[in-house]
């Protein structure tokens, strides 16, 4: 059987299909050759992609013999499910594995913003030694709320407690008793107008769908704090943002962390990144060495397992 993978995968995840006896071609760059992807998509049995391939109802279509497609991480919002699952095709994902990755980036964004080490560093070989400027604050007894209350946020929350933060939670799907509530003593807010109001730092961890787009906007910029600091590792597109630029801008906030943005990878003339208090990474929240070998290691295993005629505990549809 023959695998294509058309986005980044670590080699654990291919040399364990290779090992299992399946032909396996990887192009990291396919997704962004539209027209030759879809050209190679018949040919396959299984399909490993990551956020930039479109997985749209031309790609299904394309992928007549396909059994099965896997996603190297957790957000779904560029594959169609309902097209997937008209066509039996099972969709999965690789559930957790990326989480404390995503949840040490958080603590870092925090970490940072509280003690700017790094433009201390460049201050400091330009010849100055300005120890006021440079003096930081503390998280302890800070408050962190959480938009979304799923597994990161757990992990995320039992970082926080560890360094004395209060830690909030909005989240119309968790119930008082759910594990992340019970485990990690989040207090629960009913309304997300009442968490932005008492948060220091704002870290979103919902997935991008109809009723999250632009959930964070010139609406509620206002309520936050002055000091206060939005930390988007999820998606692009929950936080509108034009509308964090001006805020941050009129100082309604002191400033953002933004690992996913609406158009990847950011315009050179993008006026966030005119703005320096507003921080950009490169969708790298889940990516470290550890996350990436997880994350191939399980899309690997459970491809095999749909493969063979498993069912998988990752699937998405």
């Known amino acids: 059987m023959k695998i294509l993978v058309t986005e980044l995968m670590w080699e654990d995840g291919i040399d364990e299909l290779k090992r299992k006896g399946y032909t396996v071609d990887y ?4 997704s962004r050759k539209r027209e030759e992807l879809l050209s190679l998509l018949p040919e396959y049995d299984a399909l490993i ?60 964004a925090m970490l940072d913003a509280s003690r700017p080490l790094s433009d201390a560093d460049e201050d400091v070989r330009q010849g100055n030694w300005d120890r006021k400027f440079f003096t930081g604050y ?72 109809k009723s999250t787009k632009h ?36 100082k309604q906030l002191a400033g953002a962390y933004l690992d996913v943005l609406e158009k990847e990878p950011v315009e050179k003339d993008s006026p966030l990144a005119q703005v320096k208090s507003i921080r950009l990474s490169p969708h790298i929240a889940g990516l470290t060495i550890e996350a990436q070998s997880r994350t191939a290691m ?11 005629g498993s069912q998988s505990l990752c699937r998405v549809n």
């Open 215 to 250: 959930l964070i906007n010139r609406d509620n910029f206002p309520l936050m704090k002055p000091h206060a600091y939005v930390i988007n590792s999820a998606r692009g597109g929950i936080i509108h943002e034009p509308d964090l630029v001006e805020a941050v801008k009129s």
């Open 138 to 209: 503390e998280l302890n007894k800070r408050t962190l709320g959480l938009v979304g209350m799923g597994e990161i946020s757990h992990r995320v929350a039992k970082r926080a407690k560890a360094f004395g933060m209060n830690v909030v939670g909005f989240d119309p799907f968790v119930a008082p008793f759910d594990h992340v509530v019970q485990e990690t003593g989040i207090r629960q807010f009913e309304k997300l107008e009442d968490l932005l109001k008492a948060s220091d730092f704002i870290s979103v961890h919902v997935p991008l769908t």
């Open 27 to 30: 192009d990291m760059e396919l």
């Open 298 to 308: 399980l899309i690997a295993e459970e491809v095999d397992s749909v493969l063979n």
């Open 49 to 108: 992609v990551r956020n930039e391939t479109k997985v749209d109802t031309e790609f299904l279509e394309a992928a007549k013999k396909t059994q099965v497609i896997g996603r190297l991480g957790v957000g779904l919002d560029n594959i169609d499910l309902q097209g997937a699952r008209e066509r039996n095709i099972p969709v999965i994902s690789a559930r957790n594995a990326n989480a404390t990755s995503v949840a040490e980036y958080v603590m870092a």
